[in-house]
């Protein structure tokens, strides 16, 4: 059994690879269309592989995925499992939940007064859901780290129906 719960790439990851695919773009078509094809192929071929790889990283999602009554957080593709990750939930008996913000961190001059009144407030951020396992002693193990609250529901029905873990 799998679930497949929310894009792979947060969301600055994912701005940044799309204008990293849009540059290769059009590096790879200005190519086609001014030099003779014969002349630089092998280079075309490389900027055509780095497109299609750009574009698939791209579409990828997580999820949770259930094989041999294992638990495992996958990377999917287009519903395909690119790669799985065992989680071992023999020692845990619990479920939590950990409520967070993702943010990113462009305020590099703010040690500097001068600079600092002048810097655009380029950070971002954004609320996350950590979903956790609990031992005995309250000890945490991270399964995955998600943004959206609905997806948070599914994923504990989903570890909970599947595994002996409870909430």
């Not at 947060?10 to 014969?38: C, P, R």
């Not at 790889?53 to 495992?72: A, D, M, P, Q, V």
């Not at 995955?144 to 029905?157: C, F, G």
Request: charged share 20%; with cysteine; proline share 1%.
């Amino acid at each position: 059994m799998k679930i497949i719960l929310e894009r792979k790439l947060d969301f600055k990851q994912f701005q940044n690879l799309i204008i990293l695919t849009f540059i290769t773009v059009m590096v790879f078509l200005g190519m086609l269309n001014s030099v003779d094809f014969k002349s630089y192929y092998s280079i075309e071929i490389v900027f055509l592989l780095l497109i299609l790889i750009f574009i698939s990283i791209l579409f990828t999602k997580k999820g949770l995925l259930i094989e041999n009554r294992k638990l495992y957080t996958a990377t999917f593709l287009f519903g395909f499992v690119l790669r799985k990750i065992v989680i071992n939930t023999t020692d845990f008996q619990l479920l939590s939940i950990i409520n967070g913000k993702l943010s990113t961190n462009y305020g590099y001059t703010y040690d500097i007064k001068r600079l600092r009144y002048w810097e655009p407030n380029l950070n971002y951020s954004q609320s996350s859901f950590t979903v956790c396992m609990v031992d005995e002693s309250k000890a945490y193990k991270k399964i995955m780290r998600l943004t959206k609250s609905e997806k948070v529901k599914l994923a504990i029905d989903f570890i909970v129906k599947n595994t002996s873990l409870h909430y």
